[in-house]
């Protein structure tokens, strides 16, 4: 009989109050289990006693630790850095699975979507096309992408189209350059200005032209004697020996002139100014 008295009384309680306790006199939501039976009969239990509890509000909302939940499912360990999640069949080593976003905490400790990139963020890939809210630097036009991708475009100080990385490497801006500017070029061309300023020495051979005819005055000695054979008529001269020497006027010089011609040997070929490369396409995050 006071099984059945107390069974009636629950139901009436329970009635009454819209409110059913398992373990406590003094339940705290719609349903309320005490795992411990520790809570007081009055009253809200404390932190720790509500550790072992677990509740379900008019609102839907489920509490595991905590008797006053604010979310659809909420958990307190009582443990600091400890969620009081667990997961069977799935751990750090589980393969990951594409198409899926990664869960983060907010500030709150609400269960959110966390960001896998900032918008700016900058990134290589081998893949193809955009995807997940990355956009392929491209230089396209920023009024052709999604609405949030073009707010995210224009915060980030890009006017009229995003920057074009096709075929240029990614550097670090100086205080004085602009962020999304290019720059710089994939060959280089070697000029007179950019080579060394040195002196080629070496010898030159040749000769003199043949053009150089010219004459010399020869002095004749004077008639040393006559003798006479007896008459006028057999009369001959003995003259002294025909030695002279030419006149000291004949001083003279040669001009040697002449051009010396040094080949560089080269052919002007256009040198490519890149470092060894791996193909890959580069992206920027603008949001999903």
Not at 20 to 48: C, E, F, R
Not at 108 to 123: E, F, L, R
Not at 179 to 207: E, M, R
Request: aromatic share 4%; hydrophobic share 35%.
């Amino acid at each position: 009989m006071k099984n059945i008295l107390l069974l009636i009384s629950l139901f009436i309680s329970s009635f009454a109050f819209s409110q059913t306790g398992i373990n406590t006199i003094n339940p705290q939501a719609t349903l309320h289990v005490d795992g411990a039976k520790d809570n007081p009969a009055t009253g809200t239990p404390s932190t720790a006693q509500q550790i072992n509890d677990f509740v379900v509000t008019a609102a839907g909302n489920i509490g595991v630790g905590i008797t006053t939940p604010t979310a659809k499912l909420q958990v307190r360990s009582g443990t600091n850095g400890i969620s009081g999640l667990k997961f069977d069949n799935v751990n750090n080593a589980t393969a990951t699975t594409s198409s899926t976003a990664l869960l983060g905490i907010d500030a709150s400790g609400n269960v959110v979507i966390a960001a896998s990139a900032i918008t700016g963020d900058i990134k290589n890939s081998v893949r193809t096309a955009d995807h997940n809210g990355w956009y392929l630097l491209d230089g396209r036009a920023i009024s052709s992408l999604p609405a949030n991708a073009q707010t995210a475009a224009t915060a980030l100080g890009f006017a009229s189209t995003i920057p074009n990385a096709t075929d240029r490497f990614l550097k670090t801006k100086t205080g004085s350059e602009t962020i999304g500017n290019t720059g710089g070029n994939n060959s280089l061309t070697i000029l007179q200005t950019n080579l060394p300023n040195v002196t080629f020495t070496g010898s030159i051979t040749g000769s003199t032209s043949t053009a150089g005819s010219h004459t010399h005055t020869v002095e004749r000695p004077s008639k040393q004697a006559d003798t006479d054979r007896g008459t006028a008529a057999s009369s001959w001269s003995i003259d002294s020996l025909q030695n002279g020497a030419t006149t000291p006027n004949g001083d003279h010089t040669h001009t040697v002139s002449g051009t010396a011609t040094v080949s560089s040997g080269g052919s002007g070929t256009v040198l490519d100014n890149r470092s060894a490369y791996l193909i890959v396409n580069t992206y920027i995050y603008l949001g999903q």
